[in-house]
């Protein structure tokens, strides 16, 4: 049975843009190998993404699958402080909330990390 | 097999001037219909400008119209390229006027320009109607309303070409309609050809905010990687008669169209991805496929498109006050120190001068732009001593001079507060909120004329 990997961020496994619409944010997780997806499908769910945005007060984190590409779509409503319109703070699109999620620990096999990250572990 | 190609040479309201120029060239050795697009009308844009005109401020259209049309009209009537555009914005018949004027100031006499009109409400309903509606999203609805716009689809700007329109000018409509409106009008698409309606829906999207598809919004270096980010190419998408795309770039530019960077395009400001709705089709890029073909080239395949929802959904805009913003920076030994009790002495000073309006408070450098409007993360943040740090204080409210009392409190710290207090800055700008609703396919009256 394979040894389970060590923790590390979702950054050095997948990429991910952020979108806004009124007050909801809606973030793509990219695996940059489409192998990872699987691994993604269990580590990155709707609980964990919703306990990295806790400290504001969010709606409902609905989660996508979009096998297609692969990749998966989160959105997560009223997460923006009021949006573009109303918040005070500096990012009311939210655009680095896609930042955010990918600070997520994760384990997924090494041979799943992108290149630059394989290399600076081996 | 024919194929047609589009080119968007702006993808928001203050995006570059000059991103045309090789567009043109681009298209000028394309053997097919081509077309340029320029989408330039954000929800909030259309407010502002909608507020400018009430207020006597601004023309209702986008004051960059002559910007963007100036140095491209021209070289798009030489080449035979369409252009189509909604920087028409609030006022899609006075874009109309003064786009005709600077084609004469150029020389351009035959150029046939048309306006596509009636997304605004207003001039169908009342504002008591309007106010009446239950918000889908976005904030409640309550008098006087600043502006109601619906997005019209594909198919006026597809009557404008077909009237043989050389520029086409809109208000506002879906951004994927500046692409589908060409698709729709050279391949003669059926209300009933959903996969066809889908592939240029989903061009559309693509392509609808320039360079994002093209490498920007994307380099994080070394793993994502951008060559030549500051003279980045934007897309061209070529759309052939079987609903195949492909999205390339001009050679000689910068940027990057990659695999990555179209997935993260498709994905983009989307929420469910099997019902991306709009008044032309509700899209599905669930199975989409994309594929590198080439050098900056990549084939996207597989849109899938169901019948498009029985409503529109239209925008409307209120006033929301004055956002009023003051910083001042602390650097160096024990700076967050000095930061945070800038701060504490700021709050005790709006206590004084009963301060009503929503404040927030943030240290630039710890946690600021994830943080909350309480600032959580902050308080539960390593605390780092030194630093370069920049205290920000943030604060809405309908009344100017509130904002400005704030401002100066801030400005004070240079002689009240903490030490080595510097760099203060101030800005105020007004603000205007959203809201979303539903209504009735046939509510709008849709007008397309030439000027």
Redesign the interface.
Known sequence: MAETPEERPLHVFAHARAGDKGNSVNISVIPYYAGAYDHLLSEVTEDRVRALLSHRSIGKVHRYEVPGLPALNFVIEDALEGGVNLSLGLDGHGKSLSFLVLTLAVRIPLKFAHQAARLQVL | MKTIYVACGAGFGGDRFDASGPLIDHLADCDGPRFLIFETLAE?TLAIAQNQMLRGEGPGYSEYLERYLGPVLKPCQEAGIKIITNLGAANVSGAGSRAQELARELGLNALKIAVVEGDDLLSVTSQDTIASMEPV???SIAKPLVGANVYLGARPIAQALDLGADLVLTGRCTDAALTLGPVVHEFDVPHDDLHMLAAGTLAGHLLECGPQVTGA??A?P???SVPDLANIGYPVGEIGADGNITITKPSGTGGLVSE?TV????????????NYLTPDVTLD??????NQEGPDRVRVT?AQGKPPPATLKATISMD?GH?GEAEMSYAGPNARARAELAIDVLRQRFQRLAISC???F?I?GVM??????DG??RAKSEPDPDGDLRV?V???SDDKQELERIALEVYSLWVTGPAGGAGFRKSLSS????A?VLVDRNLPDVTVRLV
């Open positions: 909030r999203e976005g904030t919004y994307f994080d070394p793993y994502k990555a997935k993260e395009q498709i994905l983009y400001e989307m929420h469910d991805p099997a890029v669930t199975h989409v496929s994309v597989g929301a956002l929503p404040v927030r943030d630039l600021s732009v994830f943080d909350d409007d959580t993360l920000r943030a604060a809405r603000k205007v909120k959203t979303s």
